[in-house]
């Protein structure tokens, strides 16, 4: 095995151990440790559940329902994966589940602009030093990259959202949704290609970090699901 392959092996075997030791902390009812397994995931967790479900407030009950499942299981967690990708796979389960449940329930719109909706990006989700021209060039960028997101059809738009805009591997995409490696690839470059599309005239192939999660919104979230844990009033 080469030097590099057995460093990461070495720092996956640190990080599973950090992961179990966090969970017996919050198992046993340490509020810090649930606080930080929240503030640590809340980013990653918030884009999947809007890639999938397109909607701000939806996803964040989305990720509060999935932290109150995980952590209502959490002595089911062996660390056969990370404590990130056991936390992904319940809100992906979750998301998906409503998504299916809205459309037995409710009619997709014919119209296809009302299946867009767009991000309300508040101040404090951008970087605060920033100047205003910037802040404002910032806000129309990302709306137009999430917008393009939200057009895409389902089976690439998770996909889309795992792999280019959270940065997961094709592994950890393929495993996560439960497909093979070769069809995240084709979903993939699929997905990219019709996001390009809709950019290429306004800012060409330009990808930026989008669906921000932080702040006041990320402080918002951490302090509903630890008030149903009955850790903080």
Known sequence: ???????AAAISADAIAG???LVRRA???EAGAFRLIIKTHNQRLYRIARGVVRNDAEAEDVVQEAYMRAFASLDAFRG??????W???????EALGRLRKKKR???MPENPEAQIIRFPLNPSDLNPGDDPERTMAQRQILGLVERATDSLPDVYRTVFVARVIEGLSIEETADLLGIRPETVKTRLHRARSLVRKALDDEIGPVLLDAFPFAGRRCERLTQAVMKRLGLEG
């Open 87 to 93: 936390l992904t796979r319940i809100v992906i389960n």
């Open 27 to 29: 198992l046993a009812r």
């Open 1 to 7: 095995m080469r030097k590099s392959a057995l460093q």
């Open 105 to 107: 329930i409710v009619a």
């Open 80 to 85: 056969d994966a990370s404590l990130a990708t």
């Open 19 to 21: 992961d179990m030791a």
